[in-house]
């Protein structure tokens, strides 16, 4: 059965870092793309980042370029976001998607998520 379990998320002050993971089951994710979403209260989802299983690499919203970095670590099938100089707009619940840039919206390849709250 296919399984995505992000974690990482939590309280963090204005400027700080989190890292959060997405634990794949049920697949082997260097045979596919994978996306991050993420969605704050009363707002749509929003598409935040993609990798490739090819040689395309890596992408980015332009509200998060050059803070966050997605990677994946394919003996552990896992894939991190990395998230630095965080602010209160980053809050969101955050989902690991089984999805390719071109189809992030589809709840059903996300997810339970997890909750990054920045705050001072």
């Known amino acids: 059965e296919v399984q995505l379990v992000e974690s990482g998320g939590g309280l963090v002050q204005p400027g700080g870092s989190l890292r959060l993971s997405c634990a794949a089951s049920?697949?082997?994710?260097?045979?596919?793309?994978m996306t991050w979403v993420r969605q704050a209260p009363g707002k749509g989802p929003e598409w935040v980042s993609s990798?490739?299983?090819?040689?395309?690499?890596?992408f980015y919203a332009d509200s998060v370029k050059g803070r966050f970095t997605i990677s994946r670590d394919n003996a552990k099938n896992t894939v991190y976001l990395q998230m630095n100089s965080l602010n209160a707009e980053d809050t969101a619940v955050y989902y690991c998607?089984?999805?390719?840039?071109?189809?992030?919206?589809?709840?059903?390849?996300w997810g339970q998520g997890t909750q990054v709250t920045v705050s001072s």
């Open positions: 049920g697949f082997v994710i260097s045979n596919v793309d």
């Open positions: 998607a089984k999805a390719p840039i071109s189809r992030w919206y589809i709840r059903d390849y």
């Open positions: 990798i490739s299983s090819g040689v395309a690499g890596t």
